[in-house]
């Protein structure tokens, strides 16, 4: 008998399958808005000009392992970006862990923090959040708790902090830094002040997911904001699980980085050695391209000038795609309250329309994206927003 004949076949993971749809259609004026991936005016991949700068600059570097940490200059270079000004960063109170991207970064935190802390084995994620945490968290052990985020088109801050008001003390709390994927709905600052005030009184450790710094606002400091907040004003430690996927395009080479915030340098150190030491257990060192690329846009100024400016071409026309798709339905009259797609940010826009209406889009117009009704909304440009604004009106009517 065979080892596997107990186990049944596991659906294919439904975001990428959407992609495998959309490759599989033969139309031409096929649009896919599945998935979370930048594109360009021309509906194109995009390589930023500061990434193929630090391409040129790259040269040969052989093919040695990074050590285990992962490449120095990197994680130096993200710390700084991350937490510069901070008096963590100026108390050397902060210890880092090159990752697989963002999804690396999760896990290499979320296992480190088993280690760490003597917490409960509770982690809350928003509802909805992005479909990983769920299987990420509990694939790993976590009991996998929900706080509603989310209610008509904007984030819904009295039942999130009701909840928050009521989680397990010691437990984990993944928060979304910006553009709240799939929401695009993020807390403003004040409602950011009353999510850190109840975290510290029920001493919650935040986790804060940060897979789209820099390309919600096209600033990454601005974006960054609710990590400074919560070390400088409420004094609390933390994690961020940064990714480089979306701010830099790197989103197949796997650069990410785990840091934690401590109270004090010899804490840091322990936090950072049972990185590593889970780090050994896990994926022994990561890859070391993207990171070297990293590293070169971040420490080499002209490179960083142009980066600062390609956060802000990405994040430019997502913003006036958003726009654009707003003013179509508006002059088609389409039904229906349609102003989330301007005030919510980031790659996402929710649109709250039925499973039934995202099938039939695909069916009958060839646009794909997920049955929640998350669009991606760098899957528009100037050849095909009006098309889809038609394909949306007729759908809902
Ligand atoms: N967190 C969130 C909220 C995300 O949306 C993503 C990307 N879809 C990630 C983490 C991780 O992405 P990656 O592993 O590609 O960096």
Redesign the pocket.
Known sequence: TSAFQSIDLVPPDIQFDITRRFLADSNNDKINLGQ?AYRDENGQPWVLPSVKMAKAELGEFGHEYLPILGLKSFRDEATRLLYKGTRAFTENRIASCQS?????A?ILAALSLKRLHSAPDSIYITSP??V?HQMMFSTIGYQVKELPYYKDGAFDFDAFTAALGQAKPGSTVVL?TCAH?PTGCDPSKIQWKAIGSIMKERGLFPIF?S??LGFNSGSFHDDAWPIRYFLDELNVELAV?L?M??NMGL?GD?V?LVSFATLSQDTAQIAESVMQNVQRSTITTPPAYGARLASIVLSTPAIREQWQKDLLTMSGRIKSMRKRLYDELILLETPGDWSCIITQSGMFAFLGISKTQIHHLEKKHHVFMVETSRMSVAGLNENNVQRFAKALDETVR
């Not at 697989?100 to 690396?104: D, H, M, Q, R």
């Open positions: 979370g697989i991207s963002g999804t690396g999760l959040t992005w990983n979304h994927n997911d897979a789209y699980c990714s996927a979306k989103y796997r990410g």
